[in-house]
């Protein structure tokens, strides 16, 4: 099944315009969403839920318009929102007693579980809760109505390396079952490295990378050489080049690399951390860093 589909969506605010013509993820995968500050992914994220109002395109959850069929699809989709809002004056296990009421797969066991696992104080006042451990709260939430699919904008940002590392557990258990899904977009590059298997990459408000995180070793490296024989890469070959006064180092495309190795050139293979700062800083320009 399709766990979400993006079509020709839109939104523009001042100076910034939001293009996606198409985005797919099919249940039993990941995909991580990165994306420098302000590329876009909280407003890509918002407009998938209605959360923000599109300018145009559709978005689908479940293969059915997202905003057709509202209260059925929400039964099995799990959101954690980048600043989650949750009533202050509530506690964990009140809003437990609340949250059964409206969601019919709600595991109490699970949230129990959860809360323990996390060290969430069930009878502290969410407002007096820190900041992590109301991400924390956020995350046992959503996971507790038993979702087919999860939508999840930078849920381990403000979480401490132990909690980050159980999550990202928690995540790969989550999808050991076909059907389910999870849309994850994050800063850290290292959570994804883990669990995706599909990596998208926005930038300004576009698209410039979608595909399998296997994808990102099989079809390109990184060519390091003297920087006197950087232009020996045909140019079509290049997503991105830092030159220094000494060596170059490029991102490129694998297929044709063989043809234009030269004696002192290095191919390396990316991580998904390396491909995406070459890929997002590809347009940066030198003199930036000169001026330090
Ligand atoms: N309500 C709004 N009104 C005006 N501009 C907005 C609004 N919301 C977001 N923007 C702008 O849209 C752009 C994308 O912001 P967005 O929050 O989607 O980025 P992001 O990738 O989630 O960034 P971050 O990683 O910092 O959270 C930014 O330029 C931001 O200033």
Not at 114 to 126: G, H, M, P, R, V
Not at 223 to 248: D, H, M, R, T
Request: with cysteine.
């Amino acid at each position: 099944m399709i766990a979400l589909k993006v079509k020709n969506l839109t939104k523009s605010y001042k100076n910034f315009r939001l293009e996606i013509p198409e985005l797919i993820l099919e249940s039993g995968y990941i995909m991580g969403l990165l994306g420098k500050n302000g590329a876009g992914k909280t407003t890509l994220i918002k407009c998938i839920l209605d959360l923000a109002r599109k300018e145009s395109g559709e978005v689908f959850i479940f293969e059915k318009p997202f905003n057709c069929d509202e209260t059925e699809i929400k039964q099995r989709l799990g959101v954690v929102l980048e600043t989650p809002i949750l009533p202050g004056q509530l506690k964990p296990k009140d809003v437990k007693e609340i949250m059964k009421s409206f969601y019919k797969n709600w595991d109490d066991r699970l949230y129990n579980k959860l809360c323990d696992l996390f060290e969430i104080d069930q009878n502290k006042k969410i407002i007096h809760l820190s900041k992590g451990t109301v991400m924390k709260l956020s995350i046992a939430l959503a996971l507790s109505i038993r979702p087919e699919f999860l939508i999840l904008d930078e849920p381990t940002s403000g979480l401490d390396p132990v909690a980050r590392n159980q999550f990202v557990e928690i995540l790969q258990s989550f999808v050991q079952s076909e059907e389910k899904a999870v849309f994850y977009s994050t800063h850290i590059v290292s959570d994804i490295e883990n669990v995706a298997d599909f990596v998208t990459i926005i930038d300004n408000g576009k698209i410039i990378f979608s595909s399998s995180r296997e994808s990102i070793e099989e079809d390109y490296c990184i060519v390091k050489g003297p920087a006197s024989e950087s232009n020996k890469i045909p140019q079509s070959i290049v997503l991105s080049c830092k030159k220094g006064s000494f060596s170059f180092e490029a991102l490129c495309k694998k297929n044709e690399i063989e043809n234009c190795m030269q004696p002192g050139f290095v191919v390396e293979k990316p991580s998904i951390e390396k491909f995406y700062v070459m890929l997002v800083r590809r347009d940066e320009k030198d003199e930036v860093l000169e001026v330090l």
